[in-house]
């Protein structure tokens, strides 16, 4: 178990880092400063071969470039002060109205202009342990940013377990009621980058999903999976929901687990490679999201081709727009303390020959 520490470049004159989190047993994780972000994940396939399995670049100016900003596909960062979107960029805390910025077409999305995705995180702590590496990062939100209310501080900490788990925890105050809703926003490809992600099989425990009105967000109606192409409570091919669903999945799952508890939510495996993804969460759901936006131009510097439909996304989170659906813990008051966790476990799926 060894982390390591590198410069990774500048951003508007200030250093940015590259860690990189090795288990020892085939599983590296590299992440970034500049946003939290996860640049790279590395695991070995069936036969042994490492390859990188999450949509990123080797170097700080990828996430800078024409394409890239014009795209906006969010790789691998984490993403606040509130993930994915809120009706008309408006909600109501303490009576207060408030009005943040619309980034997506009406909506507010993923915290704004410059949401935590486009800052600089402090390290507060990197170590090595026998079962362990873990690094740990912080953000301080004033008041007032992005228009939300309240002085949120923000922890995070990244732990690559010897079992070769990956476990995200979130815990946050604030000094004024504010929506906040955090996610890592890592797109995965099982077959690294071979191919799009339609082969992948898909289970996911949910009975329900948030029915987005005409511009694309939720406002409280929900639609059950039972019958539907939507139905990942016994595992499918993803490619095989696309005759109906041509664009592939947008689509915020509530879990069919109490919504505070920790559980394993979903399974993903990938034939080829024999890669099996396990995700366990704290959160009440998550968005499963194929990568329909994603533009063909975006690579890494390796040559592997993102695109659409070449990676997917399970980014657990709080409710879209949960302040004004009363989504659970949508709303983080003064004295309370977030507190959430995620787990992306890695392994080879043992029906694979």
Not at 71 to 93: E, H, M, Q, W
Not at 153 to 180: C, F, G, M, Q, R
Not at 198 to 203: A, G, K, S, T, W
Request: aromatic share 10%; proline share 5%; charged share 25%.
């Amino acid at each position: 178990m060894k982390i390591e520490e590198e410069s990774f470049g500048e951003f508007n004159g200030d250093a940015v880092e590259q860690y990189t989190l090795d288990n020892g047993n085939g599983v590296v994780v590299k992440i970034c400063t500049y946003g939290g972000t996860v640049t790279s994940i590395t695991t070995p396939d069936k036969n042994g071969n490492v390859e990188d399995i999450v949509c990123g670049f080797d170097t700080l100016d990828g996430y800078f470039s024409d394409d890239y900003k014009g795209n906006s596909p969010y790789f691998g960062c984490l993403v606040g002060r509130y993930a994915a979107r809120i009706k008309d960029g408006k909600f109501t805390v303490d009576g207060n109205e408030h009005q943040v910025a619309t980034n997506d077409g009406p909506n507010h999305l993923h915290g704004g202009i410059v949401g935590y995705d486009k800052r600089i995180w402090s390290v507060d702590e990197s170590n090595e342990e026998d079962d362990h590496v873990a690094l740990v990062l912080s953000l301080k939100s004033p008041d007032g940013e992005e228009s939300f209310p309240g002085n949120v501080d923000v922890t995070v900490e990244y732990k690559l377990t010897a079992d070769n788990a990956l476990e995200i925890s979130y815990s946050a105050t604030t000094d004024k009621t504010t929506p906040l809703s955090l996610t890592n926003h890592t797109y995965f490809n099982l077959n690294a980058f071979k191919d799009t992600v339609l082969d992948h099989v898909v289970q996911l425990t949910s009975g329900r999903y948030l029915e987005p009105d005409e511009t694309n967000v939720p406002v409280g109606v929900e639609t059950s999976v039972a019958g539907t192409v939507c139905d990942f409570n016994t595992a499918k091919r993803i490619g095989d929901c696309f005759e109906e669903l041509p664009m592939g999945f947008e689509h915020y799952y509530a879990f069919s687990k109490s919504p505070d508890a920790f559980e394993k939510v979903a399974e993903v495996t990938e034939p080829t490679s024999g890669r099996r993804l396990e995700v366990f969460s704290s959160e009440p759901g998550t968005l499963l999201y194929t990568g329909r936006y994603t533009s063909d131009d975006l690579k890494r510097e390796s040559g592997a081709q993102f695109g659409q439909f070449r990676g997917f996304c399970l980014e657990t989170s709080k409710y879209p727009n949960g302040p004004n659906i009363n989504g659970p813990r949508s709303v983080l008051a003064p004295g309370d303390k977030y507190s959430e966790k995620t787990v992306y476990k890695f392994s080879v799926d043992p029906g694979v020959a």
